[in-house]
């Protein structure tokens, strides 16, 4: 327990003007949707009405798309490189000027903890803008031939975990490869994308290279499955995943895919159990455990299983978990209640199935949507709890004797996003890495992401990747 407590610090919230209502961003201007709908988006902290945003109609995405080809075919295609390079390194400093506004204004939306969307989110949102604007005037030298293409008009549609981030991870690589975007954020967590197309007003960037709609299920339906699409990305649910797979199977669009996953984090005998135990934590708790690549799965090799699970819970205890705009907190808010409800299944699942539960104590607050950080230990394979994705602060605790067992532990699984190796013996760590079928493999690190380096999955945990060179790939006639 901690031995004092803390003062409250709390980010002031003054330094966001929030709208009473957002409208369609859509060739570089604001306007409510055809048919006038609308719909509310909350504080998942405080249940507060932020604002009112716009609901974009099937005829609504037809204009963004007719808006986004128009700008890809007389500017944003015949614009040289460097050009292009100069508004994306111009978008990533307004981020860098605004990021205590953006950082705000994500953890009232989403939930997550300042501390997060001020040292992690942001930083990496403007890091993505920069790393790609050094690419697009450099795209003859990514590997794919003398004169790289562009495909045209992307459909994006991403969730609601990193907001802002995810956008960055779409629409700077389709910029920087010469193509204009059509881009719906999740209907959570809209406000982000909405200060994002402010600021390409801000950067003069020429109407219609980014629109942004924002709407929910359908509008991204109907998004990608638009015909006037070139290029269709999406983050989210595998199931969401399959249904755009399926969708877009007899068509000529390109499909990039990022969907679910259940990584292992695998502590062996030798590692640093504090280390670990740091590295465990921020794989699951990190995000609320909101995060498709979260170390939900913890393998622990069975002669250290008392000495690490005694050090996490001791770790656990200290956890504050509480007001998102606290600089003091560590797990804020679950996302909605939709996603509340089904974290709270999923564990009863869990007990029901026989696995023990354990929480610290910590008291929830009584409005919004809160989950305390849970430990689920005593859990075999074949509970439901170590097979599907959570997707909220709950760890399944699993043990192994061997590395061969830990392997085959860690790909018992549909998904093949991410792994984690906790270990001493670099020998180890490239032993493991070499078997793991996942995208990314951390070794005495967990949840660590860079512009430079690519990232996505294996199997049902989506196809395609981004960032890096390899990113680049997914929007160029390659
Ligand atoms: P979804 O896959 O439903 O949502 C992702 C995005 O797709 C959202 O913008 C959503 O809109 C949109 N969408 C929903 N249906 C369609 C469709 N038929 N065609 C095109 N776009 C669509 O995820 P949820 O938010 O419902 O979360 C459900 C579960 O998915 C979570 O519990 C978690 O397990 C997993 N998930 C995984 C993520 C990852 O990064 N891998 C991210 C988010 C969720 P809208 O939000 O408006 O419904």
Known sequence: MPKFEYAPAPESRSIVSLRESYGLFINGEFAPSGDGRAFKTISPATEEVLAEVAEASPADVDRAVAAARRAYERTWSVLPAKERGKYLFRIARIIQERSREL?????????????????????????????????????EYAGYGPAPKALGVAGQVIPWNFPLLMLAWKIAPALACGNTVVLKPAETTPLTALAFAEICQQADLPPGVVNILTGAGDTGKALVTHPGI?????????????????????????????????????????????QAVEG????????????????SRLLVQESVYDQVLASLQRRLATLRLGDPLDKNTDVGAINSAAQLAKIRELSEVGEAEGAQRWSPPCELPVKGFWFPPTVFTGVSQAHRIAREEIFGPVLSVLTFRTPAEAVEKANNTPYGLSAGVWTDKGSRILWMASRLRAGVVWANTFNKFDPSSPFGGYKESGYGREGGRHGLEAYLDV
């Open 103 to 139: 950082a705000v204004l994500e953890s009232l939306d989403n939930g997550k903890p300042i501390r997060e969307s001020r040292d992690v989110d942001i930083p990496l949102v403007a890091a993505h803008f920069f790393y790609h604007a050094g690419w697009a005037d450099k795209l």
């Open 230 to 274: 070139d290029k269709v990305a999406f983050t989210g649910s595998t199931e969401v995943g399959k249904e755009i797979a399926r969708d877009c199977a007899p068509t000529r669009k390109k499909v990039t895919l990022e969907l679910g996953g259940k990584a292992a984090n695998i502590v062996f005998e030798d590692a640093p159990v504090d």
């Open 280 to 295: 465990i934590v921020n794989g699951i708790f990190f995000n609320q455990g909101h995060v498709c690549c979260a170390g």
